[in-house]
């Protein structure tokens, strides 16, 4: 096989974030080619010289999972670094809304008695989950000479997401529209927090996706 069969089948064989993916891709070429130089320099041909440095690189069988690994860590790094910026964003920006742009007197006093519990159980799923988005990124940077398996931890990042948001969304839904009177904002506010709630969670689940699908696939 010559380096750009054996790249391009590295290449394909690979899963992750474009860029690093495409990094480590030219990093394995690049080592490639000055191996053959090398083998040229010494009076090879240069077909040869290129079969004889993808057989020392090793087959991609071999190689594929150390580079595969290192780009499941990076995909649970970017969702760790979202999730612990994004949801106690999401939940600061709704607060101040609530308190800037109140629901009508008549919401707020007939409110039922699972408001306040629903409430207080919609901020420790939040928060919660930008904590512990928090708590693996750190595993995944500094903490990684601890962690044995990151490829559940990249996982399980991507599973909290798929868990958390359809509670966190019912409940926001509930709480807006389940009383007598609904509590909701004024129409611009409203438009504004929701566009921005929902790009957030797009490229949430966006990550979330990616994440469980390499770890499936590098299992």
Known sequence: MLIDDYVAELDGALSGPHGPKRDLVVEARDSLTDTADAFEAGGLERAEAERLAVAEFGEIREVAPGYQAELTVVAGRRLGVLLFISVPITVAMWSVLWRIYPGTDEAWLAQPWWYSSASRLLDVIQLGTGLYGGLVLYALSRGSRWIRRPRLA??????????????????GLLMTF???SPNTLDGL???????????????????ATRCVRMTRAAR
């Open 154 to 171: 990249t996982r399980s990042l991507g599973v909290l997401v798929f868990a958390s948001l359809p509670v966190t969304a019912g409940l």
């Open 178 to 180: 389940g009383m007598d």
């Open 189 to 207: 506010p409203a438009l504004m927090a929701n566009l921005v709630t929902s790009a957030m969670w797009a490229i949430q689940i966006y990550g």
